[in-house]
């Protein structure tokens, strides 16, 4: 009896054992850590922005008559290449014409009129050295007949060159090597200068063997890049998965009022005809700083509606720091403000943060 009453009290005590309610809650540790800091440092960037550019013709010219008339012969079109002096097209004008046949006409009566005072004038010089045959005054009068018909040939000969220079007007030459672009005149069409402010150009050519790269750097950037020793790449539209470099060869040394950014040209090499003027281009260009700056963690800026600033801890406690922005590079940051260049300042803020709040 009693060997019963003992494994009765000993399975009773097991099965409590095993319904024992158990605390499954961790303690939890505390994580609110310091947060992040970092030291502001001093040193130079370099980086590289991208802004659109422009493909041009190295020279581009709108042809216009110099003379009225009408088209007599056009000897090129759209898409024609000629070389420099080649005959582009012919105009005609038959008062022109008229003007160099009386020019020569008078041209003629002139050298007619200079050959018989001459004549005259040395005849009668030579007649002086009889003593008495001729008077001192009808030697004079000769002299100064024959200095004016000299003056009146003269005279007459430069109206004839003027009027042939009228004439090579009428004949159009391409002033520098290139393409046709444009053509808007026929055969029968009448020209002249009058009519350059109501109608369009004659001819447009442009050499685009040879093209410029233009690219308009804004004034931010301007005291971070020395154009003139730079090599720049660029990428274009028509031509994905291909990049091309080309020098600076000059920068315009001012800003545009229109967009505050100064022009900058390279020149870029066109032999295949690869590229088009007119093309819009994307442009890579190295920057750097010009002195030494103060240089942060992009994430440490904060960009709030009361601007820009980072959050420095002085003494344990918050401080805004206003600051402008320069270049950035592999998530450094170059600012420009109020520094010392020993501040210790948050690496990750957010805008929750105040001004003046204690930092453990």
Same mark, same amino acid.
């Given at each position: 009896m009693n060997k019963i009453l003992i494994i009765i009290a000993v399975v009773a005590l097991s099965s409590c054992s095993h319904h024992r309610p158990t605390d499954l809650t961790e303690s939890k540790k505390s994580t609110n850590a310091a947060p992040a800091t970092v030291k502001v440092i001093r040193d130079t960037l370099r980086s590289a922005i991208k802004l659109p550019g422009e493909l041009k013709p190295y020279e581009k010219v709108d042809i216009y008559p110099k003379m009225n008339g009408f088209v007599k012969e056009m000897y090129v079109d759209r898409g024609s290449h000629v070389g420099k002096g080649d005959l582009l097209m012919t105009l005609e004008a038959p008062e022109i014409a008229q003007q160099i046949q009386a020019a020569q006409g008078r041209l003629?009566?002139?050298? &007619?009129?200079?050959?018989?005072? !001459?004549?005259?004038? /040395? !005849? %009668? !010089?030579?007649? #002086?050295?009889?003593? *008495?045959?001729?008077?001192?005054?009808?030697?004079?009068?000769?002299?100064?007949?024959?200095?004016?018909?000299?003056a009146l040939e003269q005279s007459e000969r430069a109206n004839l060159s003027a009027a042939q220079v009228l004439q090579d007007y009428l004949v159009i030459r391409a002033p520098f090597e290139g393409v046709i672009t444009e053509r808007?005149?026929?055969? *029968?069409? %009448? #020209?002249?200068?009058?009519?350059?402010?109501?109608?369009?150009?004659?001819?447009?050519?442009?050499q685009n063997s040879k093209l410029r790269l233009e690219v308009f750097i804004p004034e931010v950037y301007t005291g971070s890049i020395d154009a003139k020793q730079h090599q720049i790449s660029f990428t274009t539209q028509s031509l994905?998965?291909?990049?091309?470099?080309?020098?600076?060869?000059?920068?315009?040394?001012?800003?545009?009022?229109?967009? !505050?950014? &100064?022009?900058?040209e390279a020149d870029v090499p066109n032999p295949n005809g690869i590229f088009k003027p007119g093309m819009y281009v994307e442009v890579s260009l190295p920057i750097h700083s010009?002195?030494?700056?103060?240089?942060?963690?992009?994430?440490?800026?904060? #960009?709030?509606?009361?601007g820009k600033y980072i959050i420095a801890v002085q003494n344990g406690v918050t401080h805004f720091i206003k600051v402008r922005e *320069?270049?950035? &590079?592999?998530?450094? #940051?170059?600012? /420009?403000?109020?520094?010392q260049g020993d501040e210790v300042i948050l690496q990750n803020p957010s805008e929750e943060i105040k001004e003046g709040t204690a930092m453990r």
């Open positions: 003629l009566e002139a050298r &007619e009129k200079l050959n018989a005072s !001459r004549d005259r004038y /040395f !005849r %009668l !010089r030579a007649a #002086t050295s009889v003593a *008495g045959s001729v008077s001192e005054l009808d030697l004079m009068n000769a002299g100064s007949r024959y200095q004016a018909d000299s808007n005149v026929h055969p *029968g069409s %009448l #020209t002249g200068p009058n009519f350059k402010m109501d109608s369009k150009p004659l001819l447009i050519l442009e994905p998965g291909q990049s091309f470099t080309a020098n600076v060869s000059r920068a315009s040394e001012s800003l545009y009022d229109q967009y !505050r950014s &100064e022009a900058v010009s002195v030494a700056s103060y240089l942060v963690p992009s994430s440490a800026i904060v #960009t709030s509606t009361e *320069g270049i950035s &590079e592999k998530g450094k #940051t170059e600012i /420009f403000g109020d520094l």
